[in-house]
């Protein structure tokens, strides 16, 4: 036993000093590395070692200033994304530059957001205030107490939009100051810069594979197919955005701090076997939807979702969920309460079939909460909010206007218990109550996420007239663009549509309509599987297009009538109207 013991120490041993010996070489490449005993050595080594920093002609230029665009391919290659934003409308960011890409790149991740006009400045010099923030909204760190600032004897000159960045970034210990000043408004040189990345995140993962052991401090995985196993994390733990629409596990794993999840996919985050998260904050920017699952012996306490381009699922039991940002959540679970700030505006809620919550608190303006699970207690304080779950208790507060439930209209101040729609006589008059919210998803949302008719499609309702337009753009495309290419267009874009919004569209269809008709006569009966996917290609199918390979302009100004019976039995007829202009 005392053998195996001693091999497993040589072998421990080899494997650290082959580490030491691959960082030392890498950073004996720059002529310009500082010597070990330097206040800066560990942090820019760290920096070269994790590719952070990569320098020019091998020199690191350590004393240099960190410029804007320098400080976006840090942060980038730190977290790992690989998904860029259309950075067209910035004047000074060139196609051809070197950090063209970075910058874009940078906008995605929410890090970078220009100065507030056309330009992002990328060849300027980043100044101390700006780095704090960027790296703070990366590590979607909360803004902190400016008493935090007290201590630093130049805290007047700080920024108010940068106060609670700054001071978030002091307590948390990333950011600590010299000779007892921040000197907000000066530069950063990229040693200094490199300090505070490895105050801020002391190892990374970038292999995929099983993990044992971490190091003390924050941890960075940027790279799918990680499974973290029989550790604790002293610190946070940030899933990158170079996890992209993979998977990461948490096996038996402790964290200490936060779970900061900006990466994953629809079958990540899984957090199994005993393993204990205090508070889970969801902000993942790039495309795709993620869902956060424990299981039975696992605990997780907090769930803060701040953004989620394509919808979160949650799966599993948690104590408290808070959205605050304008998307898509499933819930899969059984959580206690549900708390939608002000932020949230137009955010969906699903609870799904077999899941709970006992509380939820509505804040925002145009929250829609559906689904075939149980909400025990809802209280809606924003406006034009709708809960559809049969069985819920619904408080509105005294000022909050436009309430419904499954279409009912709820008085300020009152309160009441969801029911069923009615399904004859009493009932809602209008098949489609909601449908000028709603009419995106049912006839082509998806369009403008398309990059063939990007930003070029235009969808309208007219509640009075019962009319539906939709201008298609077509200055950016040849005039022979053919009708079946919009058709699929559509009908890929709704079915790309995130889970919540697919199982808002399937609810809400089986709710209000019973039957659609079309142009040609043939009509829809609606079941409880129909989908939104299903009444589009219904749709298009009825316009009695006989030729699909013609060009779009044989499709301008052409009205269909579409006859919607709902679940009383009344009909409506709307007109779609499709139109070009170029």
């Known amino acids: 036993m005392k053998k195996y013991v001693k091999k497993i120490l040589a072998l421990a041993i080899v494997v650290t000093m082959v580490f030491s010996l691959g960082a030392t070489a ?40 960190l410029k804007r665009a320098e400080m976006a391919a840090i942060i980038n290659r730190a977290f790992g994304a690989n998904q860029a934003a259309n950075i067209s409308s910035y004047t000074d960011v060139l ?7 970075d910058i874009a790149k940078a906008v995605l991740m929410g890090t970078f957001n220009g100065d507030g006009t056309s330009t992002m400045r990328p060849e300027s010099a980043i100044t101390r205030q700006e780095a704090f923030v960027v790296l703070a909204r990366a590590i979607k760190l909360t803004d902190g107490n400016a008493t935090a600032l007290d201590k630093f004897s130049d805290k007047a000159l700080v920024a108010d939009w940068a106060k609670g960045a700054l001071a978030a970034m002091v307590s948390a210990g990333y950011v600590n100051g010299s000779y007892g000043k921040l000197n907000p408004t000066g530069t950063i040189t990229r040693q200094e810069f490199a300090q505070v990345v490895y105050n801020t995140v002391k190892s990374y993962i970038s292999t995929p594979g099983t993990v044992t052991a971490v190091a003390d401090g924050n941890v960075m995985v940027n790279v799918a197919g990680v499974t973290l196993k029989n550790l604790t994390v002293k610190g946070d733990l940030v899933v990158g955005d ?23 996919g629809k079958n990540s985050i899984k957090i199994i076997n005993h393993s204990s998260v205090g508070d889970i904050v969801v902000s993942k920017t790039s ?47 059984a959580v206690k309460n549900v708390i939608v700030t002000a932020e ?26 559906s689904g075939e699970g149980k909400v025990t207690a809802a209280t809606v304080n924003g406006d034009n909010s709708a809960i559809n779950i ?4 619904v408080t509105v507060d005294k000022d909050a206007e ?10 300020s101040g009152k309160e009441v218990v969801v029911e069923k729609p009615a399904t004859g006589g009493g009932g809602p008059s209008a098949p489609l109550p909601l449908l000028e919210s709603y009419i995106d998803t049912l006839f082509g949302l998806g369009i403008a996420d398309l990059n063939d008719l990007q930003n070029n499609t235009e969808l309208g309702f007219n509640s009075t007239t019962n009319a539906i337009t939709c201008v298609i753009n077509t200055s950016n495309h040849s005039d022979d663009l053919a009708i079946s290419a919009v058709i699929t267009t559509i009908e890929t874009g709704l079915n790309l549509q995130t889970a919540a919004k697919k199982q808002f ?26 989908t939104a996917v299903n009444v589009a290609a219904f749709i298009i199918s009825g316009f009695n297009i006989t030729n699909t390979n013609a060009p779009l302009s044989s499709f301008n100004n052409n009205t269909f009538n579409i006859v919607v019976t709902d679940t009383n039995n009344n009909t409506i007829t709307y007109t779609l109207t499709v139109s070009l202009d170029a």
């Open 287 to 333: 495309d795709g939807a993620v869902r956060v699952v424990s299981d039975s012996t696992s605990s997780v306490e907090v769930v803060y979702v701040d953004d989620g381009k394509d919808g979160i699922i949650v799966e599993g039991t948690v104590t408290t969920l808070t959205i605050a940002g304008t998307t898509d959540v499933e819930i899969k679970g």
């Open 26 to 65: 890498l950073a004996a490449e720059f002529t310009d590395m500082p010597a070990s005993n330097h206040w800066a050595y560990n942090a820019l080594n760290a920096a070269v070692t994790n590719n952070l920093l990569k320098g020019d002609n091998n020199k690191l230029n350590p004393e240099a200033n």
């Open 242 to 264: 170079g996890v992209a629409n993979g998977d990461f596990t948490l096996d038996n794993v402790k964290i200490v701090g936060r779970l900061v999840v900006r990466g994953g």
């Open 402 to 411: 436009g309430t419904t439930t499954n279409g009912t209209t709820v008085e």
């Open 390 to 393: 049969v069985g819920t208790k």
């Open 95 to 101: 196609t051809t530059s070197w950090y063209y890409s």
């Open 344 to 369: 949230a505006k137009g955010a969906e809620i699903i609870v799904a079939a077999g899941a709970t919550v006992e509380k939820l608190e509505s804040n925002a303006n145009n929250v829609i909460v």
């Open 505 to 530: 569209a399937q609810n809400y269809i089986a709710t209000y309509v019973k039957s659609i008709r079309v142009a040609s006569g043939t009509t829809l009966t609606v079941n409880s599987s129909t």
